[in-house]
């Protein structure tokens, strides 16, 4: 058995989950290792819709633009009827363009092997690597840290960290060592084969659906040289599955569709997907945190997954951060207290999306999912821009003055850089680990004290010919974006978190407020 000296942060599990937090712990000088059981990186499609609030996480993480070096193009879909008819053709994506204030709109079809790719790139920047084939066998908690126990290479390594997160997927071992339990339900009937392979005589210049309950989807991947399948799978009169392989796939495909002439072969992978609906009833256990599918697993309709697990991910890990930096141990209560209500919302919607979504007709196929893909989804908002966090011990809302509220989303908005002349975005200025203090109007921040200006970014913005050009954090606000993305007619400040969400607002400098907010968080 090998010791090793305490580090501070354990992941167990390294799909985007557990990488987005690596990348976010690293980029703050935390001292994290993350671990994963298999023997070599995944490959295949699986996750591949990332939607628009992540685009903006991975912004943030300055992986975003190698990310879309990967993207597939957006191309139209056709629906089929259970006897080969073209119902409809549609793009069901749209055409989103970008706003002021919503820069990415739409969604990045990218492979996860790609995602999971960029992401442990841009950590191996920071110093970490993913350690292969190191199994999480159990742990033991302590009043200071956990003491894991890893399988590696016919050796039991013990791993010290202050705290472990299992981003370890929908039969996590963290979770069940943990004793949280994760009720809900199996959906038996709906078993799927997917994976990707090569195809020929399909038109690869269109995503193909065949109606069924469920039906067969094909979609080309261009850019990653594959096409994505997926199809039912259904038992024999025995009961029994039929195997894995792309001739399964080849005789389902004939029965269900019966185009002559098309052929699969060369598979890159192939799954199974059990459709399961179910959660934990807490994140937290002590030093154990759970993020992703370790806490949530729901139907794929809305692709939500992937995407709700990065944002477990990205609330977590600032705060994380923050605490081993000497905030407050309380901060760590308020992820879960404001993941869980997320969890359960999303839970609720992609069962009921996955409901509507599973008919036999094709046109209320089409119909139901370019609802869901251009922002008329009757189930919940898929792009996940309108997640809020309200109501949370972290927003705090002074007056009513701003039309956006503490636990908002903050919007991106364009303005002018008096010291540079240049026009920079507010993102931009949001990206890193720091607070970020917007004063619109005459508001003075010259009484913060030092020790929080060190955490805290402050700019002023303020209408043209408003402000003294001497102002090195001055911004000018010259089309009015900033004004009205934040819904401000005159004067407020808007304190933002680390993870672009907002958490205090107030017309009027308040010293004692902003420092009793502060110092919960630094």
């Known amino acids: 058995m090998r010791n090793t000296s305490l580090v501070d942060v354990l992941i167990v599990g390294a799909g985007p989950v557990g990488l987005t937090l690596a990348c976010d712990l690293a980029r703050c000088g935390i001292a994290c290792r993350i671990i994963d059981q298999l023997p070599a990186y995944p490959i295949g499609t699986r996750a591949r819709g990332v939607r628009a609030r992540t685009q903006e996480v991975f912004e943030d993480l300055g992986v975003l633009e190698p990310l879309s070096a990967y993207a597939e193009p957006l191309l139209p879909s056709r629906f089929y009827d259970r006897a080969g008819h073209l119902v409809r053709e549609t793009s069901i994506y749209g055409d989103a363009r970008p706003t002021p204030d919503v820069p990415y709109p739409g969604s990045l079809i990218v492979s996860q092997q790609y995602t999971e ?81 090569s195809v020929s005589g399909v038109d690869p210049s269109f995503w193909h659906m065949w109606a069924g309950q469920p039906g067969v989807m094909l979609n080309p991947m261009p850019r990653s040289n594959t096409w994505f399948f997926t199809a039912p799978l259904v038992p024999d009169e025995h009961g029994e599955l039929p195997p894995v392989s792309v001739e399964t796939f080849q005789r389902i495909f004939d029965e269900r569709v019966g185009i002559p002439d098309v052929r699969f072969y060369d598979p890159i992978y192939l799954s199974v997907y059990q459709v399961n609906i179910r959660m934990v009833d807490r ?49 760590l209560e308020t992820y879960q207290d404001e993941r869980l209500p997320i969890a359960q919302h999303v839970l609720t919607s992609t069962t009921a999306r996955g409901q509507n979504w599973n008919r036999p007709d094709a046109g209320r196929i089409a119909e139901n999912m370019v609802k869901t893909f251009q922002g008329k989804d009757p189930f919940g908002d898929t792009t996940q821009l309108s997640l809020t966090y309200r109501g949370s011990r972290l927003s705090r809302d002074l007056d009513d003055a701003t039309g956006i509220r503490a636990g908002d989303r903050a919007p991106d908005a364009p303005c002018l850089d008096t010291k540079s002349g240049e026009q920079v975005r507010l993102f931009e200025l949001f990206r890193g680990t720091h607070f970020t203090l917007l004063v619109f109007g005459d508001l003075s921040a010259s009484s913060l004290a030092d020790h929080y200006l060190s955490h805290v970014h402050v700019y002023h913005i303020t209408r043209p010919g408003k402000l003294a050009e001497s102002d090195k954090r001055a911004l000018v606000d010259s089309e009015g974006h900033a ?40």
Not at 309 to 323: E, F
Not at 497 to 503: E, Q, S
């Open 483 to 522: 004004h009205r993305a934040y819904g401000i007619p005159n004067e407020a400040l808007v304190l933002i978190r680390p993870d672009g969400y907002i958490g205090l607002t107030g017309e009027r400098w308040d010293d004692q407020a902003i420092i009793d907010y502060l110092r919960e968080v630094i």
């Open 117 to 197: 790719a960029v992401l442990r790139e841009r950590l191996a920047s920071y110093g970490v690597s993913v350690e292969l084939e190191s199994q999480l066998s159990g742990f033991t908690q302590r009043d200071d840290d956990v003491v894991a126990s890893v399988q590696h290479a016919g050796q039991r390594e013990e791993i010290r960290a202050r705290y472990l997160v299992g981003c370890d997927g929908g039969n996590s071992t963290v979770r069940k060592c943990a004793g949280i339990s994760f009720l809900g339900e199996t959906w038996e009937e709906q078993r799927m084969l997917f994976g990707n392979l």
């Open 283 to 331: 994140y937290r256990k002590g030093r154990i945190f759970l993020a992703g599918d370790a806490a949530h697993v729901h139907s794929p309709a809305g692709g939500q997954g992937m995407n709700t697990g990065i944002q477990d991910a990205y609330n977590l890990g600032w705060k994380l951060a923050h605490v081993l930096h000497g905030a407050p141990e309380t901060l």
